[in-house]
């Protein structure tokens, strides 16, 4: 590994303690952290807080690491955290950051800090989208030869905005503007996302280099199986925040319309924003449908890999995780047939347009008469999935 200085942003997985699982954006900036504090090149850790920005060295990052795994407990808050008011997690965490920090400053002082505690020619690395803006991206002006380079996930918001909630698309607008002003480079997770980067930032008059670098597919460890009523026969399993984007709608119509020769489907995943018809329908308690919430990722694991099937009718997205880490565990996937989804996916799904009921219906149909957990060398071996040494090495040659 080269032993260029870089220094990777962690805001968002410190404003993530204490809020439950990990989302995939989450566990992409934990991916870093990890490979990172396992390398021996030098490494900063930069983390904006509610009382500004602190700098943490390899040995304060490797000590975050251990508590955002649990392998060492978060302190107690200090009098700034108490003060401030904020939730106990996000207070113990701060407190934390700045006990172990190497520098920090109030944020309009950024630059300023950045200037005199790291060295020239410093990388920074933003994976997280978040702690995006002019502000923050302009202070790395002040390192001499330093390089900004950011991650982005997808453009959905700006894509599909009538899946956000009021207020967010303006906000996204703003932090994808300020990385096509400040950014040396994009590092996009699909081509899929490169080509809408490109198409959003050549809007706004800005031409940055991009590159695809595919994030890894870790494949969980199953645990134990959740204690869910009804899981005593076939059933199905959709993973994701039930919101607008992730079109569960489409599975309760289904299930209706099975009626009586329904499997089971688990729901599994918090309840979002602007979906209040789904939200009544699962308050029906509809027939044969479970709604799960809070696994962790053992237990959802577990539910994946005995599951007849995994569904994945999505409208948008910037890479498709739940389904490649379900093929991973050899459980078919039936998705949305997307052209970021083929580009990840290949011929391993099957894929079905979420215009066509008829076709996802007789899909999981096909799927619950072969289904037989109880003999897993009959589930197909996935084909490759992307893998996270591939990814950094993409990355580390780019940026």
Not at 8 to 23: H, Y
Not at 193 to 201: A, D, G, L, Q, Y
Not at 352 to 359: G, P, V
């Amino acid at each position: 590994m080269p032993k260029q200085a870089r220094c990777l942003d962690i805001t968002r997985l410190i404003s993530r303690v204490g809020r439950g699982v990990l989302t995939g954006v989450d566990r992409v900036e934990l991916a870093y952290l990890r490979f990172f504090v396992a390398h021996g090149a030098p490494i900063f850790g930069l983390a904006r807080t509610s009382l500004g920005y602190v700098l943490l060295d390899r040995d304060g990052l490797e000590a975050v690491l251990h508590r955002i795994e649990g392998r060492a407990a978060w302190g107690a808050a200090d009098w700034l955290g108490r003060l401030r008011r904020l939730p106990a997690a996000k207070a113990r965490a701060e407190a934390d950051l700045r006990r172990l920090a190497a520098d920090r400053c109030r944020r309009a002082r950024l630059g300023d800090m950045l200037a005199r505690a790291v060295p020239p020619g410093t990388r920074y690395l933003n994976v997280g989208h978040s702690n995006l803006s002019d502000r923050s991206l302009s202070g790395w002006n002040r390192v001499e030869n330093a390089q900004v380079s950011v991650l982005v996930h997808d453009m959905i918001p700006l894509d599909f905005p009538e899946y956000q909630r009021a207020g967010t698309v303006a906000r996204f607008e703003q932090r994808m503007r300020a990385v096509a002003a400040h950014a040396d480079r994009v590092i996009c997770i699909s081509a899929d996302t490169e080509r809408r980067v490109r198409h959003w930032f050549g809007q706004w008059g800005r031409e940055v280099p991009t590159h695809v670098a595919h994030i890894g597919v870790e494949i969980p460890e199953p645990g134990e199986m959740p204690a869910l009523e009804g899981l005593n026969r076939p059933y199905f399993v959709t993973i994701g925040t039930i919101e607008p984007r992730k079109n569960h709608a489409l599975l309760l119509d289904i299930w209706q319309d099975l009626g009586a020769q329904a499997p089971a489907l688990v729901v599994a995943g918090p309840r979002g924003w602007e979906n209040a018809e789904v939200f009544r329908r699962l308050d029906a308690n509809p027939a044969n449908v479970i709604e799960a919430n809070g696994l962790d990722d053992g237990a959802l694991a577990a539910l994946i890999q005995n599951a007849a099937g995994l569904l994945f009718p999505t409208l948008a997205e910037g890479f498709g995780l739940p389904p490649a880490e379900a093929l991973g565990l050899g459980t078919p996937v039936i998705c949305s047939d997307l052209p970021v989804l083929r580009e990840i996916l290949g011929d391993m799904p099957i894929y079905a347009n979420t215009n066509n009921m008829y076709l996802w219906k007789q899909s999981i149909l096909q799927l619950l008469g072969q289904d037989d957990r109880a003999d897993t060398s009959k589930r197909s071996k996935p084909q490759a999935l992307p893998t996270w040494d591939a990814h950094f090495n993409r990355v580390l040659k780019v940026s």
